[in-house]
């Protein structure tokens, strides 16, 4: 990071931090960074034996500054968790400064969650886009800066092969990487409708692509591909690249009203033309909400706010 950022970091001491997929790779990194600037970090994994480990090192990276480090366990692909989740954490905070949507997974074979839906895609898109929801009050009340950790693999990604009903269903299926590809273009498409819809209340958002890193989502997946990827991940770079990438969106003071953007790794690019289709965000932003259950009213405005 450089210099600017890395004074601004100064600035991050009592804020609010969200980070889902944090036991690992960019999430765990991103926290590492956040507590050592100050602040106050929640840490969302699947399970105790992953999460615990990495609260361990989070507090120890943030013991300089006094960081409140805290541990919530959540399954991303499954809706009744998301929720439980996101109210524990509107409970809990009037306020929250800064949202990293990092969780994600890539699959080698079809696999459908108990709710009825393709588990990268409840895990990799509804998820996030139910807990950004459930806490927009009070990411409208804190500083309101919201990360979708994306990737290049968007490029690969095309919502318009099949109807989203049977993309999110599982039934289109095409293989493990055109569904991650898919998922991860539908993040730039939530990130750039949710700036349409939301950039009013102040809150910002942006996607990113982290970079080709060193993290367990190539461990997880059996395919060919995925295997290749894993034995190359000695060529990788190192999480660390992706967490400060996440840092320089939320701790650069020069990048507070940069919103609506798509960046690798810590540079600005323009996303994929199908990214930027107003008719496919809309679309997909409304069958989201009938997918998850949120009100129109909660999409438009948030819980609780007329339209």
């Known amino acids: 990071m450089t210099e600017a950022v890395e004074g601004a970091a100064l600035d ?9 997929g944090a036991n690992s790779g960019v999430g765990k990194s991103a926290a590492e960074l956040l507590a050592r600037a100050g602040a106050g970090v929640t840490l969302v994994c699947r399970s105790r034996e992953r999460g615990e480990p990495a609260l361990a090192d989070v507090r120890q990276a943030g013991a300089a500054t006094g960081a409140d480090v805290r541990l919530e366990l959540a399954d991303l692909s499954l809706q009744a968790d998301v929720r439980t989740l996101a109210d524990r954490l509107a409970a809990r905070f009037r306020a929250i400064d800064i949202l990293v949507n990092n969780a994600g997974v890539w699959l080698h074979r079809r696999e ?17 886009f139910l807990l950004t929801h459930r806490l927009l009050a009070p990411l409208a009340a804190g500083r309101g800066r919201i990360v ?14 099949a109807a989203l009903e049977p993309i999110v269903r599982g039934d289109a299926w095409k293989g493990g990487f055109q569904a991650y590809g898919d998922t991860k273009l539908a993040n730039a498409l ?5 700036v349409r819809r939301w950039g009013a209340r102040g809150i910002t958002a942006n996607a990113m692509h982290p970079g080709v890193l060193r993290t367990r989502i190539w461990r997880k997946n059996r395919s060919a591909l995925g295997l ?20 320089r969106l939320v701790a650069d003071p020069a990048r507070d009203a940069v919103t609506g953007r798509y960046f690798k790794v810590e540079d600005e690019v323009a996303a994929t033309a199908q990214a930027y289709d107003a008719d496919l965000a809309r679309e997909l932003w409304d069958r989201s909400l009938e997918w998850t259950g949120v009100t129109r009213s909660e999409g438009a405005n948030g819980p609780g706010q007329p339209q």
């Open 12 to 20: 991050l001491k009592g804020q609010v931090a969200v980070v889902t």
């Open 190 to 194: 939530f990130t750039f409708e949710s």
């Open 228 to 247: 290749l990827l894993h034995a190359a991940r000695g060529l990788m770079a190192k999480p660390e690249v992706g967490g400060r990438a996440v840092m």
């Open 112 to 128: 459908i969650t108990s709710e009825g839906f393709e588990v990268t895609f409840a895990t990799n898109h509804l998820g996030h």
């Open 148 to 161: 979708n950790v994306s990737s290049e693999a968007h490029r690969n990604g095309d919502l318009r092969r």
